[in-house]
């Protein structure tokens, strides 16, 4: 079936700089692409969304890119901190649809 | 978590017993969902409510239950645990701009024995 994934389950990055967190999906049809950040121990918060009809879109340090001709979807953290250690989900949904799929999830490890 | 409880937070259990949790909301938010979430997994959506009394099955459904009779609470069942039902379940709730902004409770660890 039609799913969306992660390509790496593990990044590990030194403090500071940037990363970046991929995402392959397989539906097309998908309108909207999420990021949510899990820290240990708690449930997923929600980061940013795009829509489908945008290729960028920036919030506070972060940055997600939407490239439809090969359904890549990415995360972009800038000057990460210790405080961005967690698991970053994408997840995907459709106008009408009240549900996400999610991803299996990469875990990021800040390097002090 | 802000307006997510989850109860319990723990819970030991039996393998045939059956277990019901709670999730309850204060932010009136139509739509409300549990999910599991394994190792490897990601995170799976059982069943997810679109109003009082208004619910369907999600991709992991077999062996589970909802209900919702107040806008404010979804219970989710396990009509007789098993031990592949131990997880962490989490609930969520979202309202009518769309599922892409769920908000997520804190998480029931659960051990089926």
């Known amino acids: 079936g039609e799913s969306v994934g992660l390509h790496l389950p593990t990044l590990s990055v030194q403090e500071g700089d940037n990363s970046i967190i991929n995402c392959a999906y397989s539906n097309s049809a998908s309108d909207y692409f999420i990021w949510y950040k899990q820290e240990s121990g708690k449930g997923p918060q929600f980061i940013i969304d795009i829509r489908s009809n945008m290729d960028k879109r920036q919030g506070q340090r972060v940055t997600v890119l939407l490239n439809k001709t090969v359904k890549h979807l990415s995360l972009q953290i800038a000057a990460t901190q210790p405080g961005d250690s967690a698991v970053y989900f994408c997840a995907e949904s459709s106008v009408g649809d009240y549900k996400l799929s999610f991803g299996a999830g990469t875990t990021v490890t800040v390097r002090a | 978590d802000a307006g997510i409880t989850q109860s319990p937070r723990h819970k030991v259990t039996e393998t045939g017993t059956p277990v019901t949790l709670r999730c309850h909301q204060t932010?009136?938010?139509?739509?409300m969902y549990w999910y599991r979430q394994d190792p490897g997994h990601g995170l799976r959506l059982i069943h997810y409510s679109y109003g009082v009394k208004d619910t369907d099955k999600g991709e992991v459904s077999d062996g589970y239950s909802v209900s919702r009779s107040k806008t404010e609470d979804f219970l989710l069942t396990l009509e007789s645990a098993t031990s592949s039902q131990t997880s962490v379940y989490f609930c969520?709730?979202?309202?009518?701009?769309?599922?892409?902004?769920?908000?997520f409770g804190p998480g029931t660890r659960l051990t089926v024995t």
């Open positions: 932010e009136n938010h139509r739509y």
């Open positions: 969520a709730i979202s309202d009518d701009r769309g599922a892409y902004e769920q908000y």
